[in-house]
RNA sequence: CGGGACGUGGCGCAGCAUGGUAGCGCGCUUGCUUCGGGAGCAAGAGGUCCCCGGUUCGAAUCCGGGCGUCCCGACCA
């Protein structure tokens, strides 16, 4: 490709909009550009390596035996109602009406549409396993788009299914996609990560999150150094015993104190010279429209999803929606401002944390402005309902498996398996005939993987302060040819030989022709991250040489101009283009 | 949805407090020069100052109401 004619609008000021490296770099290179609020257009060179990423995947899925399909993006109300999606989705899933006023929605996902399919056409046990994939623009209305690709409401994802007739060979499909994505992730040269995840909205009974390890990541991991254990946080488990119920003896007398003006731990912990791991925290959920109250140590941070599935699964509750309380709600629990409740004398069901049940004279909220109490104890002061692990795990916290101090890191997700179990086959009928004769729903698995994402985190975990620096599987191009000179006419003939030489050879190639200084050739090539660089000068040119150049390496090479190509070729295969 | 910031040529910004008819850098066009890390000189083109309404002789600037984008949080995969 011709730089003189490419489509390459790069920049050299970083945009106002973004905020983080990925999103910068890809904007300044040339790669997107935003439309509107996490909605973007791919640019040739962004659209090469999304190209670049795809075919990566379906070579790993095609491996893997799924087989590529191709869903609409449009779907209708009905199938979702069927799964009961269209009332637990939300405001994420975007509904519109057709001229005739029937309901739709753009697929956020494709469950739906996938066991509506197969419903259809699967009959007999003999047809299975079965294992469809698709790569599709998804859409989901988030409520807050942010770093660029890394959460767009419209993105690219690859989704596969699968269908088994038993749990041994649902398993085993879960297994397969599991050991492709780790290869997937491989190939793409990640830094990465499978956890223990939440199973959220998609639901069913396991699922791992493929996390690619960064500091801007939006996920928080916790990974065990010692067995290997890693999970997502909000999946993270905690030891659920060995906690100890303080003495009777030990217990001492209740008290109010005057703490004005102080509504945050840290703030009651310097006002009353205590520790934060002496005060508990009282957080006061709305679940639907019934109140509880959740209590954790001080220093600790609640877990909803924890917390939701305590109330669900130990409680017994039904519910849709759970929420912190807002301020007004909280005032009308406890007749005080946010920063002051307490579960003495509280009016609604009180469950805390295992770590709150050693704990003795501690410091809580007074339910009224400007007062705490201090040496309040659960059980002597108020009742609890029940305790378990509610608890965000954190640095240093026990490992479940095997007791270690976890560590904690940051990641993005870009990938996460579903063991479905037979959420959809069931709510949508799809079923097969076993060797018996008998009607058996499918078991389920769902895959997706965040094609554009992963555009997105191979530039945040591979730049520097000039640009981007491709692994050469998903680089736009392979190499970048510059002649330095655009007035020597040896350079540019140079330049056009070695060009032409690397495209029979099969390189991708592309050639700085442009009327440029040099300088702006070099930083443009530095910004949109081409792995090799060849830069062809007169002053080289009077050895017979040019200088070939690695983007991920500092310093370059002279050599021949005869010999360039053949090293370049070498090179590009090494690196596994 | 709660909190905050911003909206001015393609991009990045100044101007706004104290109203007087829009400016800087980059980019773009033309010419000449230049050619090893975003070249120099000269001459140009390009703007509904987010939108609507109000105040005023006069609004980018003041007031009211919208819309949009970004950040933090909530939410979510």
Not at 394 to 415: K, M
Not at 441 to 464: F, K, P
Not at 509 to 531: N, Q, W
Not at 534 to 550: P, S, W
Request: hydrophobic share 35%; net charge negative; aromatic share 8%.
């Amino acid at each position: 490709m011709r730089l003189s004619r490419m489509f390459m609008p790069t920049r050299k000021e970083d945009p106002a909009d973004a905020e983080i490296a990925s999103h910068k770099l890809l904007i300044r290179g040339g790669y997107v550009r935003q439309l509107t609020r996490g909605i973007y257009t791919f640019l040739p060179l962004g659209w090469k390596s999304v190209k670049k990423i795809q075919r990566i995947v379906r070579e790993e899925m095609d491996a893997a035996g799924a087989q590529e399909i191709l869903m609409p993006g449009v779907q209708p109300s009905e199938l979702w109602q069927e799964s009961g999606r269209w009332d637990d989705y939300g405001p994420e899933l975007l509904r519109f009406e057709d001229r005739k006023g029937g309901e739709f929605c753009l697929g956020p996902t494709h469950e739906e549409v996938i066991t509506d399919l197969v419903r259809g056409e699967l009959n007999s046990y003999k047809q299975l396993p079965l294992n469809l994939y698709q790569i599709q623009t998804k859409f989901r209305d988030e409520p807050r788009a942010r770093f660029g690709l890394l959460r767009g409401r419209e993105f690219i994802m690859k989704d596969a299914y699968s269908f088994d007739l038993d749990e041994e060979g649902a398993e085993a499909s879960y297994e397969q996609m599991y050991e492709a994505y780790g290869r997937i992730c491989d190939r793409l040269g990640f830094d990465w990560s499978a956890v223990e995840a939440d199973t959220g909205a998609i639901g069913g009974e396991k699922s791992h999150e493929f996390q690619v390890v960064t500091d801007t990541g939006e996920d928080k991991l916790v990974s065990c150094p010692d067995c290997g254990y890693a999970a997502n946080i909000e999946k993270a488990q905690l030891p659920a015993d060995g906690f100890e119920a303080p003495e009777a003896g030990d217990l001492e007398s209740m008290e109010t104190v005057e703490t004005p003006g102080k509504t945050t731990i840290g703030e009651v912990c310097d006002f009353l010279g205590v520790e934060p791991t002496d005060c508990v925290k009282t957080l006061l959920y709305e679940v639907d429209d019934q109140a509880v109250a959740v209590l954790v140590r001080g220093d600790h941070a609640a877990n909803d999803i924890k917390v939701r599935d305590f109330l669900r699964d130990q409680v017994g509750m039904e519910f849709a929606t759970l929420e912190m309380a807002d301020d007004g709600t909280v005032y009308d629990l406890t007749g005080a401002s946010v920063g002051y409740a307490g579960p003495v004398g509280l009016d609604v069901p009180v469950y805390a944390d295992n770590a709150v049940r050693e704990m003795a004279n501690f410091v809580v909220g007074a339910n009224a402005d400007d007062t705490h109490r201090r040496n309040v104890n659960w059980e002597r002061d108020f009742d609890v309902e029940g305790f378990a692990d509610l608890r965000e795990a954190e640095a240093g916290d026990p490992c479940p498996e095997c007791g270690t101090a976890l560590e904690t890191s940051r990641g993005i997700e870009v990938g996460h398996v579903f063991y479905l179990g037979t959420k959809y086959s069931d709510a949508m009928g799809a079923s097969v005939q076993t060797d018996e004769g008998v009607d058996q729903s499918l078991i389920m698995g769902c895959y997706g993987m965040g094609i554009t994402r992963i555009l997105a985190a191979v530039a945040e975990q591979n730049h520097d302060e000039h640009g981007l620096i491709w692994p050469m599987p998903i680089a736009p191009y392979h190499a970048t040819v510059l002649p330095l000179q655009m007035n020597s006419d040896e350079v540019v003939e140079t330049g056009e030989e070695i060009y032409e030489e690397l495209q029979e050879a099969g390189v991708e190639v592309m050639i700085d022709d442009r009327d440029e200084g040099v300088g702006a050739k070099f930083k443009d090539a530095d910004l949109i991250g081409i792995p090799v660089r060849v830069a062809i000068g007169t002053r080289g040119l009077e050895d017979g040489n040019v200088e070939l150049k690695l983007r991920e390496e500092d310093d370059d090479e002279l050599v021949p101009v005869d010999e360039v190509a053949d090293r370049i070729v070498e090179i590009v295969e090494e690196r596994g283009a």
